[in-house]
């Protein structure tokens, strides 16, 4: 029962925060309903021990953890590929972008996020020519530091290639392309995408490496100790 509530819970908060994708709103509740349990396997057995011994929970929770190291090592892999399940829904269904043609010192905004271009910079190397433009970011106001898309154009390519610019702010990446680039009045065409918690993609997977070694970390052999004749009967 308490996992089933703590499910439908999750979808109720999520619906009063504004969310209505119904098919994101179900794979949330899933995954609560799916870490609640995976979470009373993890930490359960050591809240029981530690009340029936009377042992500190930390005690307790390294009492059970050495004796069930292959089955906590995965349950944190559970824990892991939960959280990349919700972060793959959101990035998916809540994914914001948009295309601003800007001239020098005009912004742009997107949901809570704000771009001024400021200025552009070239630079020819041996095998291509580059160009940047600069943006300063700001999220709510506050600044989130420069950005800097850029284009490579090759002398065997007819189109350039671009080099999008990404950063990490809280739980979402910030993604801005430079997609053209007039060299007359500076004007330059900037896509700017939001992906909320693509990070925990990443944040997850050292979880997932870490849970796979203790699991599968080989346990310490116990030496056989020898037995007295006597004990076996024999003279």
Not at 75 to 102: D, G
Not at 120 to 133: C, D, H, L, P
Not at 135 to 147: D, E, P
Not at 156 to 165: A, D, H, K, L, V
């Amino acid at each position: 029962v308490g996992p089933l509530m703590v499910g439908a819970l999750t979808v109720a908060v999520c619906m009063l925060m504004g969310l209505d994708r119904w098919l994101t709103l179900l794979a949330y509740g899933l995954c609560a309903f799916a870490a609640s349990v995976t979470l009373w396997e993890m930490f359960g057995p050591a809240l029981q021990r530690a009340k029936r011994r009377r042992e500190s929970i930390l005690l307790a929770l390294a009492g059970t953890v050495s004796g069930s190291r292959r089955r906590f090592g995965g349950y944190m892999v559970h824990m892991a590929v939960i959280a990349i399940v919700v972060a793959i829904a959101s990035s998916k269904t809540y994914k914001q972008s948009a295309e601003a043609s800007l001239l020098p010192g005009e912004s742009f905004e997107i949901g809570d996020y704000a771009f001024t271009y400021e200025k552009t910079e070239a630079r020819q190397e041996s095998n291509r020519f580059t160009v940047r433009v600069i943006l300063n970011g700001f999220h709510r106001g506050y600044s989130i530091g420069v950005y800097e898309p850029g284009l490579n154009y090759y002398p065997s390519q007819r189109e350039p290639i671009g080099t999008p610019f990404v950063r990490t702010v809280g739980s979402t990446d910030v993604y801005l392309s430079m997609m053209s680039f007039e060299d007359q009045d500076k004007r330059v065409v900037i896509k700017a995408y939001l992906l909320p918690m693509v990070p925990w993609i990443w944040w997850s997977l050292p979880i997932i490496a870490l849970g796979s070694m203790f699991s599968l970390w080989p346990r310490r052999r116990r030496k056989d100790r020898a037995v007295p004749a006597e004990a076996l009967g024999t003279s």
